[in-house]
């Protein structure tokens, strides 16, 4: 019963801030910490009973899994030098920084305890920054940016608290740990390209989106278990399996599984993420008891909480402006590169390719040209400035994840209790400052989002590029199987129409249904593939293949749950 009231509660309670911070405009995180605080100065209201490891390997693993699978994998590689900087060499610098000033302030510490406890403020937590971007309209790169950085910091900094932890115990050295952590990210992508591809094989074949969805749940636990049995990154294998079926699912998996599997895992995502900032603020008091039994002061540890997390952001802001640079760098090396490509694209279309290259060699050299030519145009589309730069270097706030990975210290640390309480402090004092004061951030450099009158120029375009590969296709079908010349025609005047009696219209075709909605499946089938090529090329927006990502999916499972009927009669 105790159980069920927790679940009931927590429930009610996410909701219940996520409403009210909606309706006064704050990133509903930052109001779960206070109300969780508030919660647990309740009786019999304590997390202490919570095992870190619920929320590292229980909780972390569907949560990151469900932001890759939203997370357009061709926004994740154009920006794969950012996002591997803030990711990976942002965390390592975070930790060497934050090691060498807990060693100052506490040398009976030691350099293993040091270094673990600076691994386990190194990670960022995007939920609240982008939250607070997506209402105030920030550029999607930059939001890709933080998310790409959100999924993959996780996987470095516990690489690196299991690298100072086995320090503790052991001499090891610089090499051992590099050793370490290629090992753990090469052994981490292996596991998670095997799981994506399976995962998305075997679903292709499960026609209930019910039982697809289902499978789809323990997914993250079969990437990231074996990967931790096998020493490796079970956070970064997660990740990996996210983007690969991602990548995969548009192409195999039916359009009501995906449907219903993006409904699903965002509420589950919107509720584990209240979840474990509600903990946040519920474990302080547990956390201030625990501290206050022995060792130097509460008031050291909040003290030391602070300075950990002023120089996590001074570090941060620091390392963005050489981050920056080398965005801007790519950006003009794309300027110059552009005459380049236009050549090629010019010779292509006159057919002026060297002689012996063609065939599919030539359709291999035409695609790669228009991935290069889509990629200097998003540079240029896209460009980040200084402003940019700035929301950037402010939204490096911590989470509750940072809470939970500091409750994995070895008991036999010294000052194990206070050093939960500096992580949690640092964490604190990261979310509730920079979170508080990034919308004033962003309003006072006024950051430019996405040109909506591009996005909706794309958007048309796309739209006349589907429709004509619909059309194509359909031509194509007429002539070779010979389908009532009324229903082609039908078809034709359906395709990318998404009126509201179109589902009187196919059920008005009772002679002809089945032809018909076989038919508007086939061309919903030539869009789709045009739809993806696009993708996979990144000629347009993110947001643009998305829309019509989705259009194409709520048609296309319209139709065949028509058709799932008309089998079952």
Do not use: C
């Not at 909780?59 to 990151?64: A, F, G, K, Y």
């Not at 990154?233 to 548009?250: P, R």
């Amino acid at each position: 019963m105790e159980l069920s009231v927790i679940a009931v509660g927590g429930v009610v309670s996410v909701v219940t801030v996520a409403l009210f911070a909606r309706q006064i405009g704050i990133a509903a995180p930052l109001l779960l910490v206070v109300a969780g605080a508030a919660i647990g100065l309740l009786p019999r209201v304590s997390a202490t009973s919570i095992e870190p490891q619920w929320i590292l390997g229980g909780i972390l693993p569907p949560l990151l899994y469900s932001a890759a699978i939203n997370m357009p994998t061709t926004d994740f590689r154009r920006n794969l030098k950012p996002i591997t900087g803030l990711a990976v060499l942002l965390v390592v610098v975070s930790t060497a920084a934050a090691g060498v000033l807990f060693h100052a302030l506490l040398p009976e510490l030691g350099w293993p305890a040091s270094f673990a406890l600076a691994a386990v403020l190194s990670p960022t937590d995007a939920v609240a920054a982008t939250a607070v971007g997506r209402r105030l309209g920030l550029p999607s790169r930059l939001l890709a940016i933080l998310e790409g950085e959100g999924l993959v910091n996780d996987a470095t900094a516990l690489v690196l608290l299991r690298s100072a932890v086995a320090a503790m115990g052991a001499g090891v050295t610089a090499g051992g740990v590099l050793g370490d952590f290629v090992v753990a990210v090469v052994g981490a992508v292996g596991v998670g390209l095997v799981v994506g591809i399976v995962n998305v094989r075997i679903r292709r074949f499960v026609s209930d989106p019910v039982l697809s969805t289902a499978i789809s749940f323990v997914v993250p636990f079969i990437a990231y278990i074996p990967a931790e049995d096998f020493g490796f990154s079970g956070i970064l294998a997660v990740v990996v399996t996210g983007l690969v079926t991602s990548d995969l699912a548009a192409r195999f998996l039916r359009a009501e599984d995906r449907i219903t599997e993006e409904t699903n895992w965002k509420t589950f995502a919107f509720l584990m993420e209240g979840f474990i900032f509600l903990l946040m603020g519920i474990s302080l008091e547990d956390v201030i008891t625990d501290a206050g039994e022995k060792g130097f002061s509460i008031e050291q540890a909040v003290l030391y909480g602070a300075l950990a997390a002023l120089l996590l952001i001074a570090v941060r802001v620091v390392f963005t402006v050489p981050l920056v640079g080398m965005i801007r760098r790519d950006e003009q090396r794309a300027v110059e590169a552009k005459p380049r490509v236009e050549g090629w694209k010019a010779r292509i279309e006159d057919d002026d390719l060297p002689e012996g290259v063609e065939g599919h060699r030539a359709r291999r050299i035409e695609r790669r040209v228009a991935m290069v030519s889509a990629d200097i145009d998003f540079r240029l589309s896209q460009s980040l400035g200084w402003r940019a730069g700035a929301v950037l270097a402010w939204s490096g706030m911590r989470g509750a994840v940072t809470v939970a990975a500091a409750q994995t210290l070895p008991l036999d640390t010294p000052y194990r209790a206070e050093l939960v309480l500096i992580a949690y402090v640092g964490a604190a004092v990261m979310l509730l400052l920079q979170g508080s004061t990034l919308p004033w951030v962003i309003r006072k450099l006024n950051v430019e989002g996405d040109d909506p009158e591009m996005i909706r120029e794309q958007y048309a375009e796309l739209i006349t590029e589907l429709s004509t590969a619909g059309n194509e296709e359909l031509d194509r079908v007429a002539a070779e199987d010979g389908f009532d010349p009324k229903v082609i025609e039908r078809v034709r005047k359906d395709s990318l129409i998404r009126s509201a009696d179109s589902p009187q219209r196919v059920a008005d075709l009772d002679q002809v249904r089945e032809e018909y909605i076989g038919l508007r499946l086939t061309v919903l089938r030539a869009e789709r593939e045009r739809m993806l090529d696009h993708r996979s090329i990144g000629t347009y927006n993110a947001e643009v293949i998305d829309h019509a990502q989705k259009m194409l999916d709520l048609e296309e499972a319209r139709l065949e749950q028509l058709s799932d009927q008309d089998h079952s009669d």
